[in-house]
Structure formats: C-alpha cells, structure tokens
C-alpha cells in the first residue's frame, strides 16, 4: 500500500509515495548532503596567534590529550567528574605565548585570567560534566574549571570568577 509523505526542509518541500512497510522516505542524496550540519566552532581564539583567527571544533577541541578532574563548584551541589582538556595543553599545541587570557562567555561575561594560573593549577576547559556533554543550556558547552578542592588557595572568591561558563572565545595577550 502506498502512502502519500510531504516533507519540509528549510525552504524545500518534497512530495512523494513511500510504501508503509518503508515509512521513512529515502532523501535524494544532494538534499541528504545540503542537510549535513556544518563543522560548527566551539571556541574561538585571537590576540597572540599571529595576526590570525584561531576556530577551533569539537573535534579539534577532542583531539587534545583528554583532562579528567573532580571537584566541587560554587554552583552545583556536591562533587562533579569534569573531563575536557588542560587550558596550557591547548596554548602550548596552538603555540601561543601571552601573560593573560580573557575569556569570554556567550551571555557577554568576561574575565582577565593570568595565564600562570594554567600552570600553577590543573586548570581545564570541560566538555562533559558526571558522564554527559554539556550543553548550551546549561553550563556548555565550554566551562573552564579550576580543581579547588585540590588546592586552599582556589577558595578564595577572584578564583571563582575565572570559572567561565558557556566560553566561547579566548583573547590572549
């Protein structure tokens, strides 16, 4: 038995017949590719990269070597697995030498972090909180974490405020 399907895609609209035994239609291969989700930048970086734009993927960003640290946050109940990668991993493979980095957040939240704190302490950029990626509405899909339970120092409050949320770009000067 035949079944007549209509099918919208951002301004294209498909009509045709599809059996029920095969419900799913079949896209033609050169609208399947139109769809495929372009390499989206999750974090963007510029001052001390040599005049240029850094943009950098998920996959980019997965392809650092991996970071796991367990901590408690100001924002969250109890403690939290964050995995990512290291921030000094990230400037040091990207080859980039500054004394400060301002990171900056998708709701305009920006912070100057001494770029000696990336040595100092084992400061990473999270990708997944307990297990699960983070997301855009949450604290995704950047966080930069400092692991404070593993240091007195990090208790103190200007600490918290480098703890940046939804980052999305690096400025390193």
Not at 30 to 37: G, L, M, N, Q
Not at 101 to 118: G, H, K, Q, S
């Amino acid at each position: 038995m035949w079944r007549l399907f209509t099918i919208w895609l951002g301004g294209l609209t498909l009509i045709g017949t599809a059996t029920l035994a095969n419900s799913a239609p079949r896209l033609p291969e050169s609208v399947a590719a139109k769809d495929a989700a372009p390499k989206q930048t999750l974090l963007q970086i510029t001052g001390n990269t040599r005049g240029k734009t850094v943009d950098l993927t998920r996959a980019d960003l997965r392809a650092l070597p991996n970071a796991t640290l367990t901590t408690s946050t100001v924002v969250t109940d109890g403690t939290h697995e964050f995995r990512g990668f290291l921030m000094r991993d990230l400037l040091e493979q990207m080859d980039i030498q500054g004394s400060q980095v301002t990171a900056m957040a998708l709701n305009d939240y920006a912070v100057n972090i001494p770029v000696e704190d990336f040595y100092r302490f084992n400061v990473i950029v999270a990708y997944a909180m307990d297990g699960k990626r983070l997301k855009r509405a949450g604290k995704g899909p950047l966080w930069i974490v400092y692991p404070r339970d593993a240091h007195k120092a990090l208790q103190d409050i200007r600490y918290d405020y480098r703890w940046v949320w939804q980052l999305y770009r690096l400025e390193v000067q």
